[in-house]
């Protein structure tokens, strides 16, 4: 039993079984599937504000551009989700059977080269992953050996996004354009539209959630994780110390990009859809608002964070439709000027001691030791000296 509370307290667990139980307990039992669909939808950025927290609050560097390995992952998804939709029945009115409806629209005769490999679902599962690890190895191998940082590497990260943005939309042909990758139904025949599935996938979701969040923090407590924090407070101390600090920043790059690719995958299957609109400046530069509000520093607050905001957007949007935007403005600057650290810097910073205190308050007062019982005192009136030690009265006698 100590062994486990110290292996809770050790991980800081504590928060994420609590994170677990509202998330596939309390939520699917009190909210209908409508709306238990829409906080997957929110649970899949949280992917990308998990490694915001590893390469922003540990790494120290800011990425304006999350939203392109987002896409990536969502993308790879639905490139096999519109291929298993495009086949030659479904598709027999167009001039082409067999091909996804856009590139009949757009007068291909056949599929593209690059569209093959993803008819076969293990593929895409390791593209999911590995495409957007690929390219954030490319871009980080070239900034950080030159030890690009700051303000430089997110204003790189932007321009990649809006570079990606419109490759997308320009080649409508090959990607669907700005309409993007519509009509996703099945996944091997399986239909993702009933309710069954969308429970299924919403609990697939947050399985994947905390093994992230436990992988992530398995680093953080490790060396990685100190020589990250260590790296962000003072660079050139670890590189004068003989570690290569391009390297580990490079590694925490990619393991960001591969959990944003995953988030954007489930996004596919849970939606049934993929557009430019989440790939571009703006969708990642709403991923880091997820993270600041939550805690930059927290992963468990980083779900938080995405499930407050886009809770928050919802709700404007619905309620008030010519106002939202300037709401979600209020909010998330409320917030970071309120709380510099996240709503888990206020956990930290106003929760926890005050729970302390309460706690200590109800424990019970400590006993006082019983005084010492005083020597008996010779009767009054007599003069006899006390004897020494070790001497009976006979013998005194």
């Not at 390297?247 to 944003?260: D, E, K």
Request: glycine residues 10%.
């Amino acid at each position: 039993m100590n062994a486990l509370k110290d292996l809770i307290k050790r991980y800081q667990l504590a928060s994420l079984l609590l994170l677990t139980v509202l998330l596939a307990v309390v939520l699917p039992l009190t909210l209908d599937i409508f709306r238990l669909n829409l906080v997957g939808k929110y649970l899949t950025y949280a992917f990308v504000a998990i490694g915001l927290v590893m390469v922003w609050g540990y790494g120290g560097v800011l990425s304006l551009g999350q939203g392109v390995f987002f896409g990536l992952g969502g993308y790879a998804m639905a490139m096999f989700l519109k291929l298993e939709a495009s086949d030659p029945i479904t598709t027999k009115i167009q001039s082409t059977p067999g091909i996804p409806d856009f590139m009949d629209w757009n007068q291909l005769t056949a599929l593209p080269l690059f569209w093959e490999p993803f008819r076969y679902l293990s593929f895409t599962l390791v593209a999911i992953v590995a495409v957007p690890m690929l390219l954030a190895w490319i871009i980080s191998f070239a900034m950080f050996k030159r030890r690009v940082g700051g303000v430089y590497f997110a204003i790189i990260t932007q321009a990649v996004a809006l570079i990606l943005t419109v490759l997308i939309i320009g080649q409508q042909g090959y990607t669907g354009g700005v309409n993007g990758m519509t009509d996703l139904k099945t996944v091997l025949g399986w239909d993702t539209r009933t309710d069954s599935a969308k429970y299924i996938l919403y609990y697939l979701c947050v399985a994947l959630l905390v093994a992230s969040i436990l992988l992530c923090r398995w680093m953080q407590t490790g060396k990685a994780g100190t020589l990250l924090l260590a790296m962000r407070d003072k660079e050139d101390r670890v590189r004068f110390s003989g570690y290569d600090v391009a390297n580990f920043r490079i590694f925490t790059f990619c393991l960001a990009a591969g959990l944003s690719g995953i988030g954007g995958a489930l996004f596919s299957l849970q939606v049934g859809f993929m557009s430019p609109s989440f790939v571009g400046i703006v969708p990642s530069i709403e991923m880091v608002i997820y993270a600041a509000v939550g805690g930059r520093m927290s992963l468990v607050g980083a779900v938080y964070g995405a499930l407050i905001v886009n809770a928050g957007k919802t709700f404007f949007s619905e309620s008030f439709p010519e106002l939202w935007l300037f709401m979600m403005a209020a909010l998330f600057i409320g917030v970071t000027m309120a709380f510099p650290m996240g709503l888990a810097g206020l956990w930290e910073s106003h929760v926890m001691p005050w729970w302390k205190k309460r706690a200590a308050a109800k424990a019970p007062a400590p006993v006082a030791p019983l005084p010492a019982t005083p020597a008996p005192k010779a009767a009054a009136g007599t003069d006899t000296p006390p004897l020494p030690p070790g001497v009976s009265g006979q013998q005194a006698a």
